[in-house]
């Protein structure tokens, strides 16, 4: 059996969640989809994640009748202009869960956590972990506070 890597299921839970109507349970028929939009990107674009969103939107607002029920933000914690905070963080998450509050289902795509964290050429220090998995715990928490009862809200975390 082979192992399915942690982008591949990112993927698939936002196709999941954007083609809902269409989907329904069927992960055979989400895997399909979202090899089908993987195929329609160029080679650079397919190991991207934003291409892919950007694809999957066109997609589902041409297939579902009302393509406004389902809202994706993406939030980069990797930034080149400052060190990793956590303050940065909360201020996307905030920006983000704006941007999808009038969505029944949202989902929250966090990018680039790990490198913000410890970044290329790094050694994961205790402390380094530490502080990654406070980010997770706290992501959660803020998103889980922050959004609708009402709405169904995803965090994907990469």
């Known amino acids: 059996m082979s192992r399915t890597k942690p982008e591949d299921l990112s993927k698939l839970q936002v196709v999941c969640s954007l083609f809902s109507k269409t989907v329904g349970n069927d992960l055979f028929f989400a895997q399909q989809i979202k090899e089908s939009i993987e195929a329609s990107l160029s080679e650079e674009e397919s190991s991207l994640f934003q291409p892919f969103i950007f694809r999957a ?3 589902v607002s041409k297939l ?7 809202g994706i933000e993406l939030v980069e914690a990797d930034s080149e ?17 704006k941007q999808i ?6 989902v929250v ?3 680039g956590l790990k490198e913000a964290i410890c970044p290329r050429g790094r050694r994961w220090s205790k402390t380094r ?7 997770i715990c706290y992501a959660r928490a803020f998103c889980q506070k922050r959004s609708r ?3 169904k809200l995803s965090l994907v975390i990469l």
Not at 101 to 106: S, T, V
């Open 129 to 135: 972990k530490i502080e990654y998995e406070e980010a």
């Open 149 to 151: 009862a009402s709405s």
């Open 81 to 97: 202009q400052a060190p990793f905070s956590m303050l940065d963080l909360r201020v996307n998450l905030l920006d983000a869960l």
């Open 109 to 111: 795509v966090l990018t």
């Open 101 to 106: 509050c009038r969505f029944d289902k949202g």
């Open 57 to 59: 939107k066109e997609l």
């Open 64 to 70: 579902e009748s009302n393509p406004a029920e389902t």
